[in-house]
């Protein structure tokens, strides 16, 4: 299994950005894909951004040009810019990664973003 160690999450005022932090225990190059997920309170889970091997990149509609999600590969580190942020946004975020040659993916311990008006 993969462990994720999230990171960057706090309290910021509309307009505001925080960056999030994903470090896995393995190498980039060994995880198929990798994403961030969010969970606000009465709400079902849903993917905000995800990141292929290739690179492809994808986002949820209500956070695409607000949101960038990249690596770094030397750092085995999947980072989310948050640009632009709402109320709507807050929530907790996990990352997400599935190894290569895994038939489950691994979760990190998610850090709370709380985004105040």
């Known amino acids: 299994q993969v462990q994720l160690v999230e990171s960057g999450g706090g309290l910021v005022q509309a307009g505001g950005s925080l960056r999030l932090s994903c470090a896995a225990s393995v190498s980039i190059f060994r995880i198929s894909r990798m994403g961030w997920y969010r969970q606000a309170p009465g709400k079902q889970r849903e993917l905000v951004a995800g990141?292929?091997?290739?690179?492809?990149?994808n986002y949820i509609d209500s956070v695409k040009g607000r949101f960038t999600i990249s690596r770094d590969n030397a750092k085995n580190t999947v980072y989310l810019q948050m640009n632009s942020l709402k109320p709507e946004d807050t929530a907790v975020y996990y990352c997400?990664?599935?190894?290569?040659?895994?038939?489950?993916?691994?979760w990190g311990q998610g850090t709370q973003v709380t985004v105040s008006s």
């Open positions: 990141i292929t091997g290739g690179g492809t990149t």
């Open positions: 997400n990664a599935l190894q290569i040659g895994a038939t489950k993916s691994d």
